[in-house]
């Protein structure tokens, strides 16, 4: 199988990894997308560039729409939940956080505070 090429988090960027061996994942599933030079230019110039920034876009917009989680995205990035939550802030995208997930969590801490 070839090598799994996932995006890392380097100072505040996303970039290409020097392939540590946590790169190496079976449950990947490997997608080609062919575009015309010109627009695929417009996400970089070369073809790792262009790849990097698709995947970022796939999942802001999964993201967006409810299809991916925060821990998802941070997966496909191969970032930490920090550095997820502050890709998703550098680039305008809200934290899906509900009035019910906030309900929730208050349930839960109450719940938890009270335990001897």
């Known amino acids: 199988m070839p090598p799994v090429v996932r995006a ?3 100072s505040g960027h996303i970039g290409l990894p020097p392939w540590p061996p946590s790169c190496y994942i079976s449950a990947i599933m490997q997608v080609t997308v062919e575009l015309p030079d010109q627009v695929a230019r417009q996400w970089g110039e070369t073809p790792d560039a ?12 999964g993201y967006r729409a409810g299809r991916l989680s925060q821990r998802q995205v941070g997966e496909m990035l191969g970032v930490d939940y920090w550095q997820t939550e502050t890709f998703l ?3 305008g995208v809200p934290i899906n956080y509900s009035v ?3 309900e929730a969590d208050s349930v839960t801490l109450a719940r938890i505070l ?3």
């Open 50 to 61: 262009v790849g990097r920034h698709v995947m970022e876009d796939a999942a802001i917009e």
């Open 8 to 10: 890392y988090w380097l």
């Open 100 to 102: 019910a997930d906030l």
């Open 114 to 116: 009270s335990q001897p």
């Open 89 to 91: 802030q550098q680039r």
